[in-house]
C-alpha cells in the first residue's frame, strides 16, 4: 500500500486510472472522485487504520457533516483493493431508507448489494453471486454475506455507508443482525472486517412499529473502534494545492497555502470550495497569476455570501437551544459550556458540522462558521440601520471609526429594547448588533473579521476599511476589574497591529443602574495607546409623555399621556424649526392671556382700547415666566445640548430627556 503521489503528479488517480492533463478540478459538492477531483489518499492521512482493515479490524464511523468521510472510506475501500490482501466493497444505504416494511427493507438492502458488486472496479467483485432468499426477512443479512465471501478468492472488507439516514427500527434491525453474525463468523464465511459510517444514530428514539412493543429498542453495542476522520492539518491543505499546480495549474505562495488551512478548519469540502472559487471568480482573468493570502480571503467573503460547503446545513444547528447557548458563550468569551446545556445537543451541533468538540471545550468548526453563525444571527438585526457610510464620508476620506460608533450608541439606545434575541440569545444581544452594524456600514470597501476571545470575556473585531485598519473590542461591564482587564487586553491588541487607537464598548446588563452611567464616551491612554470606551446599553422603554393640545391642535402644555391614548412622535429637530416651535408657544401664552371663558372669545372689557397696557403688562409677564423652559426647549432640540451641566456630560446623540430643572417648567422627555 504504497503511496501513490508519483501517479498522481504523472495525471493518474489514486486507482490507477490515467487522466488527462488538466481534466481534474476541486470538488463543488458531494463526494470527491479521484478520477475527476484532486483528492489526498486515505493511506497517506490514514496508514494504519489501512493496515488494521486489512488484518479484519472494525471501525465505526460518527455522522458528520461536510468531513470527508465518504471520500475517504472510497479511499481505504481503493487502497486495500491495490494492496492485494482483501476485496472492499462500498456500499451507500440511501436508498434503501424508503422502506416501508421489513420485506421492502430486505429487498432495497439486496438490490443495493448487486448494484455496488456491479459498479466495482474488481474483476472478483463483479463476477461474485450470492443468496438472496431468507426464511425470515428479519434474518437476512447473515445468509446474503456468507454465501457472497463463500464465492469470494479473497476475504471481504464490507464498508456500509449513510446508516444515518435509515429509520430507527431497520437501523436497529440490520446493526443487531450485524453483531449476532460478527460473533460467530469463524464457523462460516463472512466479511473480515467491516466499516459502518454513522452508526452512532442508533438511539433510543422512537418505539419499534411492530404490534405488541411499544418501548423504545435498546442500544445497540458494536464489536467495533469508533473512527474519528481528522481535519486536514496544513502540510494536507498544501499537499493538495500543490496537486493542481502540478498538473499544469496555478501556483499558491506559502501565505495562500496558510489562509486556506485558517479559513477551511480542516474541512476538506471548505478547502475545496474555497480553492475552486480562487480558480473560477478572483483569479478566472489571469490563469498565470500566483495565488496569495488575500486571494482566500475574498474567496471566503464569496463562499459565505453563497453559503456553500455545506455552511447552510450547518446553521440549522443553530435552531438547537444548547448550540445556541454555546454559541453565546463564545461571543461573549465565557470560558467553558453554559450551565445546563445538553451533551445531546452539542452532539447534534457536531454532527452537523457547526461545532467541534474536543478537550472539554466547543468551538466553530471553522472560521467559516464561526463568521456564518454570526452573519445569520446579526442579519435578523440588521433592518433599520444604515446601509453604508458613503452616504455620509467625502470622496476619499478616510471612516471616522468614532463617529461610527457614536451612530451606534444613537442606534443602540432607540432600538435596542424593540429587537428580539436571534436564537435567544439574549446575553450576546448587543454583541451581535454591534457586528450586524460594523458590517453593514462598512460593507462598501470594507470588511469586519471577527476573533473570538475564548475565555478573556470580550470579542476582538478587526474593522477593515480603504486600506485602514480600526481594532474594536466588546466586554460585557459586570464589573469594573473586567473593565479594566479588558482594557488592558485591548491596549495589547491595539499594539500588536501596530496602530495608535482601538475602541471598546462595553455593555451593561444591569437594569437597576441608570441609563445616565451608561451611555458614555471616555478616552484612556495607556503606553501611548488611546483607547475610546464607548458605553453602550439595552434600554428599557421610554415613558411616553407629550404635549396637551387645544382645539386647533397646537400644544400648550407637557404632561404624561392619559391611559388609553397614543402618545405623539417627537422627534428632534434642527434648531431653525425648534426656535418656531417655541415662538408658536409663546404666542400661544400670549393668546391664552387675553382669552374669555366663554367659547374661547374676548370679553368687551378686554377689546376696549384704556385695557391695552393692562393686556400688554399681563402678557409680558407670562412670557417672562416661560422664557426659561423655552430655552431649554430650543437648547435640548438642537444637538448636541447646549446647557450641559459642569464636568464629564454623557453623549446623547438622540436625546430623550431634558437634564435642566426649572420652577415654572416640568421635567419633559421626548419620546423615541
Known amino acids: 500500500m504504497a503511496d501513490d503521489t508519483t501517479g498522481n503528479a504523472r495525471g493518474n488517480s489514486p486507482d490507477g486510472r490515467s487522466l488527462p492533463a488538466g481534466r481534474r478540478r476541486f470538488a463543488s459538492c458531494?463526494?470527491?472522485?479521484?478520477?475527476?477531483?484532486?483528492?489526498?489518499?486515505?493511506?497517506?492521512?490514514?496508514?494504519?487504520?489501512?493496515?488494521?482493515?486489512?488484518?479484519?479490524?472494525?471501525?465505526?464511523?460518527?455522522?458528520?457533516?461536510?468531513?470527508?468521510?465518504?471520500?475517504?472510506?472510497?479511499?481505504?475501500?481503493?487502497?486495500?483493493n491495490r494492496g492485494g490482501e482483501a476485496l472492499a466493497l462500498l456500499m451507500p444505504l440511501e436508498a434503501a431508507a424508503s422502506a416501508e416494511d421489513h420485506d421492502e427493507f430486505r429487498r432495497l438492502f439486496v438490490a443495493r448489494l448487486r448494484e455496488a458488486l456491479a459498479e466495482s472496479p474488481e474483476e472478483e467483485l463483479r463476477s461474485a453471486t450470492f443468496a438472496d432468499e431468507a426464511p425470515d426477512p428479519r434474518l437476512f443479512l447473515k445468509p446474503a454475506l456468507s454465501s457472497l465471501c463463500a464465492s469470494?478468492?479473497?476475504p471481504l472488507a464490507l464498508f456500509l455507508d449513510d446508516l444515518e439516514t435509515l429509520p430507527n427500527y431497520f437501523l436497529l434491525s440490520l446493526l443487531h443482525q450485524f453483531r449476532d453474525a460478527w460473533s460467530g463468523r469463524s464457523a462460516y464465511p463472512f466479511p473480515r472486517s467491516f466499516v459502518l459510517c454513522g452508526a452512532a444514530a442508533a438511539r433510543e428514539l422512537a418505539p419499534a412499529p411492530e404490534a405488541g412493543?411499544?418501548?423504545?429498542?435498546?442500544?445497540?453495542?458494536?464489536?467495533?473502534?469508533?473512527?474519528?476522520?481528522?481535519?486536514?492539518?496544513?502540510?494536507?491543505a498544501g499537499w493538495l494545492l500543490a496537486e493542481h499546480t502540478r498538473e499544469g495549474g496555478r501556483s499558491y505562495t506559502e501565505d495562500a497555502v496558510d489562509e486556506a488551512a485558517y479559513w477551511s478548519g480542516g474541512s476538506p469540502a471548505a478547502l475545496c470550495a474555497l480553492a475552486r472559487t480562487v480558480e473560477e471568480d478572483v483569479l478566472a482573468g489571469d490563469p498565470s497569476a500566483e495565488a496569495d493570502g488575500g486571494d482566500f480571503d475574498r474567496a471566503a467573503a464569496l463562499v459565505l455570501a453563497r453559503r456553500e460547503a455545506g455552511i447552510a446545513h450547518a446553521l440549522r444547528a443553530l435552531?438547537?437551544?444548547?448550540?445556541?447557548?454555546?454559541?453565546?458563550?463564545?461571543?461573549?468569551?465565557?470560558?467553558?459550556?453554559?450551565?445546563g446545556v445538553s451533551t445531546d445537543d452539542l452532539r447534534r451541533g457536531a454532527e452537523a458540522g457547526l461545532v467541534r468538540l474536543g478537550g472539554g471545550d466547543c468551538a466553530p468548526a471553522s472560521p467559516l462558521l464561526r463568521d456564518a453563525a454570526a452573519d445569520e444571527a446579526g442579519g435578523r438585526l440588521a433592518y433599520g440601520m444604515p446601509r453604508s457610510v458613503e452616504n455620509r464620508l467625502a470622496e476619499g476620506r478616510e471612516l471616522d471609526m468614532s463617529a461610527v460608533l457614536k451612530a451606534f450608541q444613537g442606534y443602540w439606545q432607540v432600538k435596542g429594547s424593540r429587537v428580539a434575541p436571534p436564537f435567544g440569545m439574549k446575553g450576546?444581544?448587543?454583541?451581535?448588533?454591534?457586528?450586524?452594524?460594523?458590517?453593514?456600514?462598512?460593507?462598501?470597501?470594507?470588511?469586519?473579521?471577527?476573533?473570538?476571545?475564548?475565555g478573556r470575556g470580550r470579542l476582538d473585531l478587526l474593522v477593515r476599511f480603504r486600506g485602514s485598519v480600526f481594532p474594536v473590542g466588546a466586554v460585557t461591564n459586570e464589573s469594573e476589574a473586567l473593565l479594566k482587564e479588558s482594557l488592558l487586553q485591548m491596549t495589547r491588541y491595539v499594539d500588536r497591529l501596530r496602530t495608535r487607537t482601538g475602541w471598546l464598548v462595553a455593555f451593561d446588563p444591569d437594569p437597576s443602574v441608570g441609563w445616565e452611567r451608561k451611555l458614555f464616551w471616555r478616552s484612556d491612554k495607556h503606553e501611548g495607546r488611546t483607547?475610546?470606551?464607548?458605553?453602550?446599553?439595552?434600554?428599557?422603554?421610554?415613558?411616553?409623555?407629550?404635549?396637551?393640545?387645544?382645539?386647533?391642535?397646537?400644544?400648550?402644555?407637557?404632561?404624561?399621556v392619559r391611559s388609553g391614548r397614543q402618545a405623539p412622535r417627537i422627534r428632534a429637530r434642527p434648531a431653525a424649526a425648534a426656535g418656531r416651535e417655541a415662538g408658536s408657544l409663546a404666542k400661544t401664552a400670549d393668546r391664552a392671556a387675553i382669552l374669555g371663558k366663554a367659547g374661547g372669545r374676548e370679553s368687551r372689557e378686554d377689546r376696549r382700547p384704556e385695557a391695552a397696557g393692562r393686556r400688554e403688562a399681563e402678557a409680558s409677564g407670562r412670557r417672562d415666566a416661560l422664557l426659561p423652559g423655552l430655552d431649554c426647549l430650543i437648547s435640548c432640540l438642537s444637538p448636541p445640548c447646549r446647557r450641559r451641566t459642569?464636568?464629564?456630560?454623557?453623549?446623547?446623540?438622540?436625546?430623550n430627556f431634558c437634564k435642566h430643572e426649572h420652577e415654572n417648567v416640568e421635567k419633559f422627555e421626548f419620546n423615541t
Do not use: N
Not at 448588533?433 to 473579521?449: R, W
Open 428 to 454: 450576546a444581544l448587543g454583541h451581535l448588533a454591534l457586528m450586524a452594524f460594523l458590517q453593514k456600514v462598512t460593507a462598501d470597501g470594507g470588511e469586519v473579521l471577527r476573533e473570538y476571545g475564548l
Open 213 to 236: 412493543l411499544t418501548g423504545p429498542r435498546p442500544l445497540v453495542t458494536l464489536p467495533a473502534l469508533p473512527l474519528e476522520i481528522p481535519p486536514f492539518e496544513r502540510e494536507e
Open 30 to 80: 458531494g463526494p470527491a472522485d479521484p478520477a475527476l477531483h484532486f483528492t489526498v489518499p486515505a493511506e497517506k492521512r490514514l496508514p494504519e487504520i489501512a493496515r488494521a482493515l486489512a488484518e479484519g479490524a472494525a471501525y465505526a464511523i460518527a455522522p458528520k457533516a461536510m468531513s470527508g468521510r465518504t471520500t475517504h472510506m472510497a479511499s481505504l475501500a481503493s487502497a486495500l
Open 646 to 655: 459642569q464636568g464629564e456630560a454623557p453623549f446623547s446623540p438622540m436625546p
Open 319 to 339: 435552531e438547537i437551544p444548547g448550540v445556541a447557548s454555546a454559541f453565546e458563550a463564545m461571543i461573549l468569551g465565557e470560558p467553558g459550556l453554559p450551565a
Open 531 to 560: 483607547v475610546h470606551v464607548v458605553g453602550a446599553w439595552k434600554c428599557p422603554p421610554v415613558p411616553r409623555r407629550a404635549f396637551s393640545r387645544d382645539r386647533a391642535g397646537r400644544p400648550t402644555r407637557l404632561g404624561p
Open 152 to 154: 469470494l478468492p479473497k
